[in-house]
Nanobody, 124 residues
Framework: QVQLVESGGGLVQVGGSLRLSCSTS????????MGWFRQAPGKEREFVAG????????YYADSVKGRFTLSRDNAKNTVYLQMNSLKPEDTAVYYC?????????????????WGQGTQVTVSS
């Protein structure tokens, strides 16, 4: 059974940076997609970014494009979300999730397995 564990969240000031990690266990990924989503209080869970495990193609929501960067370490079965120039509106619980196939979907229903989430708080 695949398990995902996020880490790296915390409190940061506006303009600061954080790097989130999503470590996977129970399966060695050679295909599929990992997505990152976030959910702020009182809001729907929204797509942030996604990466194809094979080939490493990345996709970003417009709200984070140019500020957030995905990368992966195949040997560690880990994906990193580097977040720069953070804004108060980036405050949310961030989740990683995985799905089969090669298409990066932006809807949470497309993803099969989720991590427990990590809190990111950006203070102004």
């Amino acid at each position: 059974q695949v398990q995902l564990v996020e880490s790296g969240g915390g409190l940061v000031q506006v303009g600061g940076s954080l790097r989130l990690s999503c470590s996977t266990s129970g399966r060695t990924f050679s295909s599929g997609v990992m997505g990152w989503f976030r959910q702020a209080p009182g809001k729907e869970r929204e797509f942030v970014a996604g990466i194809r495990w094979s080939g490493g193609s990345t996709y970003y929501a417009d709200s984070v494009k140019g500020r957030f960067t995905l990368s992966r370490d195949n040997a560690k079965n880990t994906v990193y979300l580097q977040m720069n120039s953070l804004k108060p509106e980036d405050t949310a619980v961030y989740y990683c999730a995985v799905k089969e196939g090669i298409l990066v979907r932006t809807t949470k229903a497309a993803y099969d397995t989720w991590g427990q989430g990590t809190q990111v708080t950006v203070s102004s």
